[in-house]
């Protein structure tokens, strides 16, 4: 990500991995580093981040009838949740010079839906561009574990709503963590690789040299 970007203009940076992998614990803590340096940062996720996203997310995530959602049917509901938080939350808040960090984007549609439930990737591409428009990450972290340990976390977890991604089978987490690292390597420019297992005030230290590397 070039730092010689307009001097209005703000950066959107992602955050993906697999469940269990620490993304949501470690925007919050680069959200505070980068505040702590002056910038003015917007936290989202996806699906969510709007009104309109949120409903959609109750749908994909914890509706009972979502159980026999089918793989078309799920990659348009995120799309259609990506296309409003572009619009309504991602674009203005990068216009008015904002850091963006996002739980997810347009790569988990490529990972979870593509890769994962196997559709086709021209479709997915294509619904991909169209639900974001000229919106592309600036920096992509991928937080990276091995799909056992993901897997071990989730399933340690309390939470009185459950979550359909997190209840998928080891072989569907083997095939997340895949695809992440197979979209990194094609994408290096993009891509920061960091590896989520140690403890994670160390993960988070690695995240924030590479981002500061590239941003400040």
């Known amino acids: 990500m070039p730092?010689?970007?307009?001097?209005t203009r703000?950066?959107?940076?992602t955050f993906e991995g697999s469940e269990?992998?620490?993304?949501?614990?470690?925007?919050?803590?680069?959200?505070?580093?980068?505040e702590d340096a002056g910038y003015e940062v917007v936290v989202t996720r996806e699906p969510g981040g709007t009104r309109i996203g949120e409903e959609v997310?109750?749908?994909?995530?914890?509706?009972?009838?979502?159980?026999?959602m089918t793989p078309e049917a799920e990659l348009l509901l995120f799309a259609a949740s990506r296309a409003q938080l572009v619009r309504e939350v991602i674009s203005p808040a990068i216009e008015n010079g904002c850091i963006v960090?996002?739980?997810?984007?347009?790569d988990s549609t490529t990972v979870y839906q593509g890769i994962a439930r196997q559709i086709a990737s021209e479709p997915v591409k294509l619904i991909n561009e169209f639900a974001v428009g000229d919106v592309e990450p600036d920096v992509t972290v991928v937080?990276?574990?091995?799909?056992?340990?993901?897997?071990?976390?989730i399933k340690t977890r309390v939470s009185d709503l459950t979550d359909r991604m997190e209840e998928e089978n080891i072989d569907f987490y083997q095939k997340v963590r895949n695809g992440y690292l197979m979209l990194a390597k094609a994408m290096p420019e993009r891509f920061i690789i960091v590896d989520?297992?140690?403890?994670?005030?160390?993960?988070?230290e690695t995240i924030w040299r590479a981002l500061?590397?590239?941003v400040i």
């Open 3 to 7: 730092k010689q970007n307009d001097d």
């Open 10 to 13: 703000g950066y959107l940076i």
């Open 20 to 34: 269990g992998s620490g993304k949501s614990t470690q925007i919050s803590r680069i959200a505070n580093r980068f």
């Open 57 to 68: 997310r109750q749908i994909l995530m914890h509706n009972d009838s979502s159980s026999n």
């Open 101 to 106: 960090l996002c739980d997810r984007f347009m």
């Open 143 to 153: 937080i990276d574990v091995p799909a056992e340990l993901g897997f071990e976390r």
């Open 196 to 204: 989520g297992q140690p403890q994670r005030a160390e993960v988070e």
């Open 212 to 214: 500061r590397d590239r």
